[in-house]
């Protein structure tokens, strides 16, 4: 089985730049795919960018194209979201995920993951 933890959060104002970090235990991690979800608050969870176990695929939500950028090194068994120019509206918990395969036309769905951190906190001032 395994665990994730996130890290990597705080506060920041817009423009700035911030990278999340996951950790995850086990020694399987290459099998998973990896994504990033975020949660405003009174809002659902969102998908943000996930890649494949072999950091081949990419899928990006279109708020974050551009932007954010999700990679992988699983040698350290980490997964990371390079998130630059911020905004506002990026304010959120950010959430690390993981699922045995991944699909374009699924992978934005919470429900196909099976694996989640504990969430960190990321706020983006005006």
């Known amino acids: 089985q395994v665990q994730l933890v996130e890290s990597g959060g705080g506060l920041v104002q817009a423009g700035d730049s911030l990278r999340l970090s996951c950790a995850a235990s086990?020694?399987?991690?290459?099998?998973?795919?990896m994504a990033w979800f975020r949660q405003a608050p009174g809002k659902d969870r969102e998908s943000v960018a996930v890649i494949s176990g072999s950091g081949i695929l990419k899928y990006y939500a279109d708020s974050v194209k551009g932007r954010f950028t999700i990679s992988r090194d699983n040698a350290k068994n980490t997964v990371y979201l390079q998130m630059n120019s911020l905004k506002p509206q990026d304010t959120a918990v950010y959430y690390c995920?993981?699922?045995?395969?991944?699909?374009?036309?699924?992978?934005?769905?919470?429900?196909?993951?099976?694996?989640w951190g504990q969430g960190t906190q990321v706020t983006v001032s005006s």
């Open positions: 995920t993981a699922t045995s395969s991944i699909s374009r036309s699924s992978w934005y769905n919470p429900n196909v993951y099976n694996l």
């Open positions: 086990g020694r399987t991690f290459s099998n998973y795919a």
